[in-house]
């Protein structure tokens, strides 16, 4: 399994207080991703990044900021949750760019937004 | 736009049986396309890929794929399931080198004993 560890695994928060999820990798891959995962709507792609410092949105960026200091690390933030926030986020990695590249994926973290 | 549809939200089939899964696509040029796996309470594992070459595809734990141009097609076949199938199957799309990889909404399997 490739090395992926999410945290928390599980968070409970109130409406309006910000939240930091972190994606540790030991892979050295250069490319990470935040998924969010939702019934009927399968995965859809948060933010990526293709470098320490070089971030660019996915499809349902708003309200979410991200950051990357580190190869190693990927951090997913929500300034102010809300309850539509409430969802199974995934990171996942892949070693270089293109639609052709395999995912691998972290076991997820079930945030519940109150 | 690349989109992918999964016609079936749920599947079930007796263990022993065989398995068929749909997917269509929709890509103006030749598509990478994927199937994953998701058992619960995990994240997705990839089963197999398709870009070009021979349409049938053959991945892990014995599935399947054919790629069906003429159908936008890509559907995912195992001759027989074990109860450990039971799972969430994802079918995504990507394209050239910086298109993201899209993902279609699920079919989840259930196994009859």
């Known amino acids: 399994d490739a090395g992926i560890t999410q945290s928390p695994r599980h968070k409970v928060t109130e409406t309006g207080t910000p939240v930091t999820l972190r994606c540790h990798q030991t892979?050295?891959?250069?490319?990470m991703y935040w998924y969010r995962q939702d019934p009927g709507h399968g995965l859809r792609l948060i933010h990526y990044?293709?470098?320490?410092?070089?971030?660019d949105k996915g499809e349902v960026s708003d309200g979410y900021s991200v950051s990357r200091s580190k190869t190693e690390d990927f951090l997913l933030t929500l300034e102010s949750a809300t309850s539509s926030q409430t969802s199974v986020y995934f990171c996942?990695?892949?070693?270089?760019?293109?639609?052709?590249?395999?995912?691998?994926f972290g076991s997820g973290t079930q945030l519940s937004v109150l | 736009a690349q989109s992918v549809t999964q016609p079936d939200i749920h599947i079930t089939v007796s263990e022993g049986a065989s398995l068929e899964l749909r997917c269509n696509y929709s890509y103006g040029a030749t598509p990478y396309l994927f199937w994953y796996v998701q058992s619960p309470g995990q994240g997705l594992q990839l089963l197999l890929k398709y870009f070009s070459g021979d349409t049938l595809v053959q991945g892990i734990k014995g599935f399947e794929a054919e790629f069906k141009r003429s159908q936008s097609s890509f559907n995912l076949r195992k001759p027989s399931v074990h109860w450990s199938d039971a799972a969430e199957y994802f079918c995504?799309?990507?394209?050239?080198?910086?298109?993201?990889?899209?993902f279609g909404k699920g079919t989840r399997l259930h196994i009859l004993p």
């Open positions: 996942a990695i892949s070693e270089a760019q293109g639609a052709g590249e395999k995912l691998f």
């Open positions: 892979e050295n891959h250069r490319y």
């Open positions: 990044s293709y470098g320490v410092k070089d971030t």
């Open positions: 995504a799309v990507g394209g050239g080198r910086d298109d993201k990889i899209i």
